[in-house]
């Protein structure tokens, strides 16, 4: 994995936060396969639209996430905010096609949500960003061309 490219940039995000963020989406997720209520996924989209399109300090997810850090006193730890943009953007196309299709097929719908969700958990549990996959074997080759 030492091989993998991710964007750069000079702003930094907390990993704490990056990492609580994921498994706040992962829970959302959760929440709408018991309840199957379209809101839950306009909430979703709305929050990666904030993160991945704006100057916005916090999405609502990401302010949640940084309460949590506070209280339990976690170790701000800074990292590249540059491939969680990335990474964002990619949420918000999973999350975007998710609500599209809800109306014409909520099964596959409930599909494109559960494989983002494996990336939020990926990202949450292990620190391991699949953004910075996509980026690196698709995005770059595909602008070498």
Known sequence: ?????CPISKETANKAVVRIT?????TLIVLYTLTSSV???????????????????????SWLATQIVKVFHLKPITI??????FASRVGFLFSITALILYPLNPQISLIVLLVLMAFALLEALFDFCVGCIVYTYIVLPLNKE
């Open 1 to 5: 994995m030492n091989t993998l490219i």
């Open 80 to 85: 590249d905010k540059a491939p969680k943009i």
């Open 22 to 26: 994921g498994f706040l989406i992962a």
């Open 39 to 61: 809101y839950i996924i306009l909430a979703i989209v709305i929050d990666f639209i904030i993160r991945a399109f704006t100057s916005i300090k916090y999405s609502p997810l």
